[in-house]
């Protein structure tokens, strides 16, 4: 928002005099001293002038009059340029006065004594004025200093609020210490060791400079959190200001300030507010970012334990189901292989094989877990028909889908594709899984395949209920069980590692609920430009 400051009229020629740039400011070495001299040679040529205007049309005036416009330099230069040009103004004003105007006119000599009670009135008059009005202009210098530091304050806070990496916070603020206010700043931090070391640093470049930082007086502020160095009673005669970074709680580190224009009349008048508000900015920054980690942390900390507790019931559960099948249909073979037949015993290995593959599922989509978060899965790819692929996936589950029918759809002029097989099996092997695992018992698959622009498309559909439009992305996440599923065992892994897998072959997986009934979650992976002249399918 932009917001604008309107000054009364008769302020505005005021302002315009206190905040034109002043000799000193545009001056720099040995021009500062020639400088220095430029009001008094001003103001001497418009009292000279003034008093050429006055001799033309004084007639008009009364002596009090004129002398009372005598006051108007000394106004003016005492706004402008301080107390001792307005003195001049006012010294030389009198002088004039009496040479021109006061009779007998041209000479220093005075025939009525009360002029001489009008000239000291005239000069307590204009000493009182110079004074206010040079008071006036330092107050307006203090008042736009602070506004100044005030302005630049608050856009430092705002950048530093919006900032989350604590490196970038500090840089931030010892530049702006060394650009806007005029001071070389460095922030000390402890290590892992307890050893205070720079973490941001800007205006000392110089090396000899940043070598006057006292790595005992560092110390001493950080142990004892109160203020060192230049203007304090401890080490007073230090170059250097040492700051403790301290909150309510705790001690921080260290911020160091080196005024970088000492004396000049461009430095600050007073740092002491500006380096106790850039100090106290730096430690609620450093407090704000640590207690963002810690309870980062903390969340992690609950969030890693709230997943470790649903993967033991789940996996303890899924564990315990088929190992308890194996182990019951095994007893029976043992204990009873005499009087079972043939078709029984049957029956009971079948039970166990489905068991055994249903575990080894499991493992393998645990393993395959870890490989994924720790970044050791790699891609072994070769080219390879979709036809095939799905025909290993639909053997490896033909136990788990006897009694339903699967159809499937496969173009005739399908391109090979160059992809990970084996991986891509375990891919098919969960969706087809999770397809038999969340539809009615008897209802039918689908695996339905399509090219078009140089993309495969292989869409897994069954007729079970569907999901909620929340649920179409978080399905792929780690562990996520919908509220209407939980019913149903399951670990929450397949469809994550699926999503893994196939990013990492750089295609696209998701789930949309069919018009008819079900689901439909569908794989997409791009065809190379370049396909093989030559390969054994």
Not at 311 to 326: F, K, M, Q, V
Not at 332 to 354: F, P, R
Not at 435 to 462: C, F, T
Not at 464 to 488: H, L, N
Request: with cysteine; charged share 20%.
């Amino acid at each position: 928002m932009k917001t604008t400051t309107f000054q009364r009229p008769k302020w505005r020629i005021l302002s315009y005099l206190i905040s034109f740039p002043t000799p000193e400011d545009t001056f720099h070495g040995s021009e500062k001293q020639k400088a220095k001299l430029l009001p008094y040679v001003i103001t001497t040529l418009v009292v000279f002038g003034l008093t050429m205007i006055l001799s033309e049309i004084g007639h008009f005036f009364t002596l009090v009059n004129i002398a009372l416009l005598y006051l108007l330099p000394v106004l003016i230069t005492a706004v402008r340029w301080g107390l001792w040009t307005s003195f001049y103004a006012a010294s030389i004003g009198v002088v004039a006065f009496d040479f021109f105007f006061v009779p007998p006119l041209y000479t220093y000599t005075v025939s009525d004594a009360r002029y001489l009670i009008s000239f000291a009135v005239y000069l307590a008059v204009a000493t009182f004025t110079a004074t206010l009005a040079s008071q006036l202009r330092q107050d307006f210098r203090e008042a736009r200093e602070r506004a100044a530091v005030t302005s630049a304050l608050f856009l430092l806070s705002t950048q530093v609020a919006a900032s989350g990496n604590l490196d970038s916070i500090l840089a931030a603020i010892v530049r702006q210490a060394f650009g806007t206010f005029g001071l070389c700043a460095t922030v000390l931090l402890p290590n892992a060791k307890g050893q205070l070391n720079a973490r941001a640093s800007d205006g000392f470049h110089d090396a000899n400079t940043f070598e006057r930082v006292a790595p005992r007086i560092v110390q001493w502020v950080y142990n004892h959190g109160e203020l060192a160095g230049r203007g304090t009673d401890t080490d007073g005669s230090a170059p250097i200001v040492y700051v403790p970074l301290k909150t309510e709680t705790k001690v921080h580190g260290v911020m160091c300030f080196l005024d970088k224009h000492p004396g000049t009349t461009r430095a600050i008048s007073n740092t002491s507010h500006v380096i106790d508000a850039l100090a106290g900015l730096a430690a609620v920054s450093i407090a704000r970012v640590r207690f963002e980690e810690e309870a980062q942390i903390a969340h992690l900390t609950a969030e890693s334990e709230h997943i470790r507790t649903v993967l033991l019931d789940s996996i303890s559960h899924e564990l315990r189901t088929p190992l308890a099948t194996i182990i019951g249909s095994a007893t029976s073979l043992i204990e009873n292989k005499t009087v079972l037949s043939t078709t029984a015993q049957d029956e009971l290995l079948g039970t166990v094989l489905e068991g055994s593959m249903r575990m080894n599922r499991l493992v393998t989509n645990l393993l395959g877990m870890v490989r994924l978060e720790s970044g050791m899965l790699q891609l072994n790819k070769s080219w390879c028909d979709v036809a095939d692929i799905v025909g290993v996936a639909l053997r490896q589950t033909q136990d788990a889908l006897n009694a339903r029918e699967v159809t499937v759809q496969i173009p005739e002029d399908l391109p090979v594709i160059s992809v990970d097989e084996l991986l891509l099996e375990q891919v098919l092997v969960n969706l087809l899984s999770n397809a038999n695992k969340y539809s009615p018992e008897g209802s039918p698959i689908e695996i339905e395949i399509k090219e078009d622009h140089g993309v495969i498309s292989l869409s897994v559909q069954d007729w079970g209920d569907g999901i909620s439009p929340d649920d179409a992305e978080k399905i792929f996440d780690k562990f996520y069980r919908s509220s209407t599923q939980r019913s149903i065992p399951g670990t929450g892994l397949g469809l994550a590692i699926c999503k893994g897998i196939i990013q990492a072959h750089g295609g696209k997986i998701f789930a949309r609920n069919r018009v008819e009934s079900g689901l439909a979650v569908t794989i997409e992976l791009r065809v190379c430009e370049e396909q093989p002249s030559n390969i054994n399918l």
